[in-house]
């Protein structure tokens, strides 16, 4: 789904504030960073940075990846391969606004020196499993709870791994994360059929 004039001005926004705040963060390390800093280095006040952010700490991490819960009733009610639905489901939810590979990796090094910022990188991705355990529920029934939650908890960390491989690898394009979701799973799999 295209996005409008008024919600790209307002990811481009958002992304200015990121980087003013990942740049700052780096220069001169995360304690020493303050909102207004950031709002001055995005050139926007700092009641618009608030607007957009809590704090400094959510500006460098970004917008949180969100599954759309209502746009889901292709993979609930899918006869294709478990497997494929949820690396297309995965693939599709950070190509709604991805963030430039050089960004992403000065986010990286950012959150790597700071143990608050990997706290709070886990915590989202534990609120996206979540949704992703209950729309596996809904796909794999009621009594398939447990697998739901482990399945979706392994699903979000198979992203997680495509896309800092996609960080790296300037060849890999955002299209091929679906394919590799799906691979990470696959190979997964591979390793519990295994005889020990």
Known sequence: MAM????????QTARDIQ?????????H?????TTDAIAKEA?????????????????????????????ADW???????????????LGRLYQV????RGLLTKILEVVQKNPALRDMFHVRGKATADVLADILTARLGPDSLIEARLLSDLAVRALTEAILIWARD???RLDDLSAMVTE?????AAVMDRAD
Request: proline share 4%; with cysteine.
């Open 29 to 33: 390390g995360l304690d020493c960073t």
């Open 97 to 100: 606004a991805p963030v430039e």
């Open 4 to 11: 409008d004039l008024r919600q790209r001005r307002r990811l």
């Open 170 to 172: 300037t060849e890999m």
């Open 75 to 89: 993979f609930i009610n899918s006869k294709a391969p478990l497997v494929e639905d949820l690396g297309l489901l």
């Open 43 to 71: 050139a926007v006040s700092t009641r618009t940075f608030f607007n957009y952010y809590p704090n400094k700490e959510a500006a460098i991490l970004g917008e949180a990846m969100k599954i759309d819960v209502a746009g």
């Open 184 to 188: 990470n799973l696959r190979r997964v």
């Open 19 to 27: 980087l003013a705040a990942v740049t700052l963060a780096l220069e």
